[in-house]
């Protein structure tokens, strides 16, 4: 099975500029690139796949750059919505620092550049004598995004946007010999104004070629990339944690898991049809989402901290809370509602809304409806000092089997 072959089965192509790509990269190791803009300080789900699939060209002999857009990032890719806002040097600067030690960590690509390294130099005058010239407005309005907002209005900042980075890609290919750019099904319009680009420049003769990723859509048509409560899932463990990461997989709905399967991990796809298999068995159990977690996880953030998510998920699950560590619940409860600990226990449940009244507190308890650290509480004059708390620092309180909130010692 050919590269090409095995992406368009992992439903990873959605089109090309060149028809015969296939033969060529299985005949040629050439040379590619895929951008990001700094537009923040991680990188999220969203991202993920295009550099997955550059992994994977990796693997087959073929040589990534990462370009991150230290320039364009301070201009802004159009988007459907509307203007970006624009950011501060220092902010982007800040982010080209983040991605770059991320990308690395995680992907191990190591030839990065920075396109605001040719582009800061650049004389307003120059630009347009040897770049604006060669591109044609009416083509440029063709493009698809630029099209989508000609009615409301697009500033000539955004509408610039296409030439920064067709010239990215010439400057590439004159200098290291890059031939290929992958991106996202979204930026077509910009990649073929880099072919053209190219071929005005250097004539028709010039090898390049570019094949863009579908736009990855849950099963009901919406965006995929956000948890169940609309947040962004960031590969930053600090934005993210690998609990709240491992929970994204594992809560993929049924129709999905397969094809996340395909287009997220490195198993093979016999391998991967036969947990299919297994899984349309015994769907009950799950097993398709707890191999996509685990790969996934396992991948972004290393094997230490995918087991410690598993671990945190069976603990929550089996309700056994004085299995973790501090550290753990801290990772596995952060966006649970918490106060600070000293108060008794009717007044903590006050505060942390797990009763609404100080009668209704008193009859959860007395009605061992009230759990502390797995522990049903019967003392209705209990004070919540450090002495309960795991570690001294946390502890879990929690009504009936699923309302949860966290007592913290932190800092008192």
Same mark, same amino acid.
């Not at 992958?182 to 004539?203: A, C, E, P, V, Y």
């Not at 007395?366 to 003392?379: C, E, H, T």
């Given at each position: 099975?050919?590269?090409?072959?095995?992406?368009?089965?992992?439903?990873?192509?959605?089109?090309?500029?060149?028809?015969?790509?296939?033969?060529?990269?299985?005949?040629?190791?050439?040379?590619?690139?895929?951008?990001?803009?700094?537009?923040?300080?991680?990188?999220?789900?969203?991202?993920?796949?295009?550099?997955?699939?550059?992994?994977?060209?990796?693997?087959?002999?073929?040589?990534?750059?990462?370009?991150?857009?230290?320039?364009?990032?301070?201009?802004?890719?159009?988007?459907?919505?509307?203007?970006?806002?624009?950011?501060?040097?220092?902010?982007?600067?800040?982010?080209?620092?983040?991605?770059?030690?991320?990308?690395?960590?995680?992907?191990?690509?190591?030839?990065?550049?920075?396109?605001?390294?040719?582009?800061?130099?650049?004389?307003?005058?120059?630009?347009?004598?040897?770049?604006?010239?060669?591109?044609?407005?009416?083509?440029?309005?063709?493009?698809?995004?630029?099209?989508?907002?000609?009615?409301?209005?697009?500033?000539?900042?955004?509408?610039?946007?296409?030439?920064?980075?067709?010239?990215?890609?010439?400057?590439?290919?004159?200098?290291?010999?890059?031939?290929?750019?992958?991106?996202?099904?979204?930026?077509?319009?910009?990649?073929?104004?880099?072919?053209?680009?190219?071929?005005?420049?250097?004539?028709?003769?010039?090898?390049?070629?570019?094949?863009?990723?579908?736009?990855?859509?849950?099963?009901?048509?919406?965006?995929?990339?956000?948890?169940?409560?609309?947040?962004?899932?960031?590969?930053?463990?600090?934005?993210?944690?690998?609990?709240?990461?491992?929970?994204?997989?594992?809560?993929?709905?049924?129709?999905?898991?397969?094809?996340?399967?395909?287009?997220?991990?490195?198993?093979?796809?016999?391998? %991967? $049809?036969?947990? @299919?298999?297994? +899984? &349309?068995?015994?769907?009950?159990?799950?097993? =398709?989402?707890? /191999?996509?977690?685990?790969?996934?996880?396992?991948?972004?953030?290393?094997?230490?901290?995918?087991?410690?998510? %598993? $671990?945190?998920? @069976?603990?929550? +699950? &089996?309700?056994?809370?004085?299995?973790?560590? =501090?550290?753990? /619940?801290?990772?596995?409860?952060?966006?649970?509602?918490?106060?600070?600990?000293?108060?008794?226990?009717?007044?903590?449940?006050?505060?942390?809304?797990?009763?609404?009244?100080?009668?209704?507190?008193?009859?959860?308890?007395?009605?061992?409806?009230?759990?502390?650290?797995?522990?049903?509480?019967?003392?209705?004059?209990?004070?919540?000092?450090?002495?309960?708390?795991?570690?001294?620092?946390?502890?879990?309180?929690?009504?009936?089997?699923?309302?949860?909130?966290?007592?913290?010692?932190?800092?008192?």
């Amino acid at each position: 099975m050919t590269l090409i072959e095995e992406l368009k089965q992992r439903e990873l192509f959605f089109d090309t500029t060149d028809e015969n790509i296939e033969t060529y990269l299985e005949n040629n190791k050439v040379t590619f690139y895929l951008g990001c803009d700094p537009t923040g300080n991680s990188l999220h789900v969203g991202h993920l796949v295009t550099y997955l699939v550059a992994k994977r060209l990796q693997d087959h002999g073929h040589k990534p750059i990462l370009l991150i857009g230290g320039a364009t990032g301070l201009i802004g890719d159009p988007k459907m919505q509307g203007e970006r806002k624009m950011l501060a040097l220092e902010e982007v600067q800040n982010n080209v620092t983040c991605l770059t030690s991320q990308v690395k960590e995680i992907f191990s690509f190591d030839n990065i550049v920075n396109n605001y390294s040719w582009t800061s130099s650049l004389s307003l005058i120059d630009f347009l004598r040897f770049y604006g010239k060669e591109f044609n407005v009416n083509y440029m309005i063709n493009k698809d995004t630029v099209k989508s907002r000609l009615e409301k209005g697009i500033s000539y900042t955004e509408f610039s946007y296409q030439i920064l980075q067709a010239m990215d890609w010439y400057i590439l290919y004159k200098d290291y010999n890059c031939q290929m750019q992958i991106g996202g099904q979204d930026q077509w319009g910009n990649m073929t104004s880099g072919t053209d680009l190219i071929h005005h420049k250097l004539g028709q003769d010039a090898k390049v070629l570019a094949f863009t990723i579908p736009l990855i859509l849950k099963s009901d048509g919406t965006k995929f990339g956000k948890s169940e409560d609309g947040k962004s899932i960031w590969l930053d463990k600090n934005r993210t944690t690998p609990y709240e990461f491992y929970q994204f997989w594992i809560n993929t709905p049924d129709e999905d898991v397969i094809k996340r399967l395909k287009q997220f991990t490195f198993l093979s796809l016999d391998e %991967i $049809k036969n947990i @299919e298999d297994q +899984f &349309n068995q015994e769907k009950e159990k799950r097993l =398709a989402q707890k /191999i996509l977690a685990k790969e996934v996880t396992t991948f972004v953030h290393g094997k230490n901290c995918c087991e410690q998510a %598993i $671990k945190i998920s @069976e603990a929550l +699950f &089996n309700n056994s809370i004085s299995s973790l560590s =501090a550290d753990e /619940i801290a990772m596995g409860f952060k966006d649970l509602k918490c106060c600070k600990g000293g108060k008794s226990l009717i007044d903590t449940l006050l505060e942390l809304e797990l009763a609404s009244s100080k009668r209704e507190a008193r009859e959860f308890i007395l009605n061992g409806g009230i759990y502390l650290n797995d522990n049903k509480v019967n003392d209705i004059n209990l004070i919540l000092d450090s002495s309960l708390a795991i570690e001294s620092r946390y502890i879990v309180l929690r009504r009936g089997k699923k309302k949860y909130a966290l007592v913290s010692f932190e800092g008192n």
